[in-house]
Nanobody, 123 residues
Framework: QVQLVESGGGLVQAGDSLRLSCVVS????????MGWFRQAPGNEREFVAS????????YYTDSVKGRFTISRHNAKNTHYLQMNSLKPEDTAVYYC????????????????WGQGTQVTVSS
């Protein structure tokens, strides 16, 4: 059974940083695309960032470019989302996801999901 477990969310002030982690078990992870999505109340789940199976390419939604960094550590079956210069509009539940594709940026390309971790940024 594939499991993804996020950690690292919390309540911070605008301008602060957080690092989210996602540990994957039950699946060979090293060739999977890994992604982060978020969902704010009343909104649809949206793409935030993804990294290809080999880690060579990363993709970001425009609103987080230059502030967020996605990375992976295949030996630890873990990937990360470093979030700097956080803004109140970054407040959402953040989900990590895994895809058997080498590259994936769409919600429907990810069959495996974590339970989500809350990130709240106060102004």
């Amino acid at each position: 059974q594939v499991q993804l477990v996020e950690s690292g969310g919390g309540l911070v002030q605008a301008g602060d940083s957080l690092r989210l982690s996602c540990v994957v078990s039950g699946r060979v992870f090293s060739n999977d695309a890994m992604g982060w999505f978020r969902q704010a109340p009343g909104n649809e789940r949206e793409f935030v960032a993804s990294i290809t199976g080999n880690g060579y390419r990363t993709y970001y939604t425009d609103s987080v470019k230059g502030r967020f960094t996605i990375s992976r550590h295949n030996a630890k079956n873990t990937h990360y989302l470093q979030m700097n210069s956080l803004k109140p509009e970054d407040t959402a539940v953040y989900y990590c996801a895994a895809s058997p594709r080498w590259r994936a940026t769409m919600t429907n390309e990810y069959p495996y999901w974590g339970q989500g971790t809350q990130v709240t940024v106060s102004s």
